[in-house]
């Protein structure tokens, strides 16, 4: 396959999974904050989930690995306050779960329907088979208890010690972040879950 269309369509899922993980959650948002404060709550520009660096790991490094740009939210407005917080991270990691695993399907279809020697169809499979990959890497990676991942507002919702304690030691988790992507423990889990589930 053509290298700069490799690219592009790597870099094309990896924005839009970076999309599907944190819409859910500017919506749930806005039905976690309490009535009196949903004025101020906006939806929020699509681009602005987009992280550059992300980006460039989903469309060049070769990795499966990136990940999407978390958006703050105002928790103390929520109805539920840390609760709340909970409920959004597991919302984003639910829909990256969800999205992987509907379009699994659909990657069959495309295979039996067309093969992939006609080179429409073998750009559609590789669309399609970034996509489930990708999906799979913001759920794993957002698994990490690094702020701002998901794993961090959850511990921030469950206990204030907890975060705390994340924050304290937020660079040494950010190094540890980046060795564990590095090392490609994330891309071989993924490549096992993705022949199972094939």
Do not use: C
């Amino acid at each position: 396959m053509n290298t700069l269309i490799t690219i592009l369509i790597n870099l094309l899922a990896g924005i839009i999974v970076m999309m599907l993980h944190e819409i859910p959650k500017n919506i749930a948002a806005y039905f976690l904050t309490h009535p009196v404060y949903r004025g101020g709550v906006k939806m929020n520009s699509p681009l602005k989930y987009i992280d550059v660096l992300g980006a460039v790991f989903f469309a060049f490094s070769g990795f499966v690995v990136g990940w999407q740009k978390p958006f703050s939210y105002d928790y103390r407005k929520f109805r539920m306050k840390e609760d709340g917080l909970v409920v959004l991270a597991v919302i984003g990691e639910v829909s990256s779960l969800f999205f992987a695993i509907i379009l699994i399907p659909l990657l069959k279809i495309i295979s039996f329907s067309g093969g992939i020697d006609s080179s429409f169809y073998l750009y559609l499979y590789a669309f399609v088979f970034a996509l489930i990959k990708y999906n799979f890497a913001i759920f794993f990676v957002n698994l990490l208890p690094v702020i701002p991942m998901d794993m961090s507002l959850i511990v921030r919702g469950l206990s204030d010690k907890g975060y705390a304690s994340l924050d304290k030691n937020d660079i040494y988790l950010k190094l540890f972040f980046i060795f564990f992507l590095s090392s490609g423990m994330i891309t071989n889990i993924i490549a096992v879950l993705l022949k199972v589930l094939m």
